[in-house]
């Protein structure tokens, strides 16, 4: 029996590769070369399944013109690549990697934090350009994590570990704002306090972004929301790109209405706004904040298992859209 065609969107582990050939007849681009999207919907003809990451857009277009694709296995837990109506409509199963990456997240929006609230890369810049002559009382001070206040907005698996690394590591007074407020029990194990989004940007000593993108949360925080936080306060996001309205944030930070930022993500990423290449108070990574290799791998297995259970006919381990049963497409 001939094994079913899969694509895989980008470059990813040999051992994955090698997994999914053993399950698949796989056409892999370990070129890691960014296709546009004619050059994807090629690639996909006679495909039945693709393994994605973030930077792979599902659409009705594409989907229109491969009408043999049944699952789109994204390799990531936001999935805002996915045009979930259209692939409905089209009787396409996606699916995400939620959970392994979870504790590495939160790990790196608190390092994020840190390095925002410390002028870690503003200090190290100096020193690299060798303008470090002398101690000075004042060179460098930032803002205090332990006991501050730490408003997160979006409260899911990634917001809670932040939370409890804030409260129990720091002595932070976590607040917090979510479209849904979270039980009590796991209110109590976060020492969280559910308040408005107004009241979490005016009270927050630092604010962390951790909320899908939806066109509900597009530009969550703007120049109006900016306004409202304090002018000695920290942003971050490692939600997605589109949270935060860059241009407004840059202004923001040149003004220095509010202290400084730290974004692993932007609008139209890989590029990132001009105005955010020329503020010094603005930590900026390239949407790093699952890569650590045990991290990486673990979220490629899931992909990989999502496509092998679906053709396995056991259905998808983590699916965000209804399953599309096999002999229905
Ligand atoms: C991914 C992410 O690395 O999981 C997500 O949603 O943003 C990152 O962990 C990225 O999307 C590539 O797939």
């Known amino acids: 029996m001939s094994k079913p065609k899969i694509l895989i969107a980008r470059a990813i582990f040999g051992e994955t590769i090698e997994r999914l050939s053993q399950h698949f007849d796989v056409e892999s681009n370990q070129t890691d070369d960014v296709w546009p999207k004619a050059l994807l919907i090629e690639k ?27 699952i789109c296995a994204n390799m990531a837990v936001g999935y805002n690549n996915f045009d979930i109506d259209a692939m409905v409509a089209h009787g396409v ?26 002028r870690i890369s503003e200090s190290e810049h100096y020193l690299r350009a060798g303008k470090w002559t002398k101690w000075a009382y004042d060179m460098f001070s930032g803002s205090d994590i332990h006991g501050a206040t730490l408003g997160i907005i979006g409260m899911g698996r990634i917001g809670q570990g932040i939370a409890k690394r804030g409260a129990h590591g720091f002595g932070m007074k976590v607040i917090y704002h979510n479209r849904s407020r979270l039980d009590a029990a796991l209110e109590a194990e976060c020492k969280a306090t559910y308040v408005g989004k107004e009241e979490l940007l005016r009270n927050a000593d630092h604010v962390v972004l951790v909320v899908p993108y939806t066109p509900a949360s597009h530009h969550t925080i703007g120049a109006v929301e900016l ?20 241009a407004a944030l840059a202004a923001a930070l040149r003004d220095k209405r509010i202290a400084a930022a730290g974004l692993d993500v932007f609008e139209g990423e890989p590029k990132v706004h001009p105005d955010l290449l020329t503020v010094p108070n ?24 999502n496509l092998i259970a679906f053709f396995g006919g056991k259905g998808p381990v983590t699916p965000v859209t209804p399953v599309t049963s096999l002999a229905k497409k």
Not at 94 to 117: C, H, S, W
Not at 227 to 246: H, S
Not at 282 to 304: D, G, N, Q, W, Y
């Open 44 to 70: 996909l003809k006679g495909k039945e399944g693709v393994f994605t990451t973030g930077s792979e857009r599902i659409d009705g277009e594409l989907l229109d013109a491969c009408p043999e694709l049944k």
């Open 282 to 305: 603005v930590v900026l990574t390239p949407h790093i904040a699952s890569a650590t290799v045990p991290t990486r791998r673990a979220m490629a297995e899931l992909a990989a298992d």
């Open 227 to 246: 306004a409202l936080m304090k002018p000695t306060a920290t942003l971050v996001n490692i939600a997605r790109g589109g949270i935060v309205d860059d």
């Open 93 to 118: 199963t996606g699916t995400n990697a939620p959970d392994v990456l979870t504790e590495t997240t939160a790990d790196f929006g608190f390092a994020l934090l840190m390095a925002t609230a410390r």
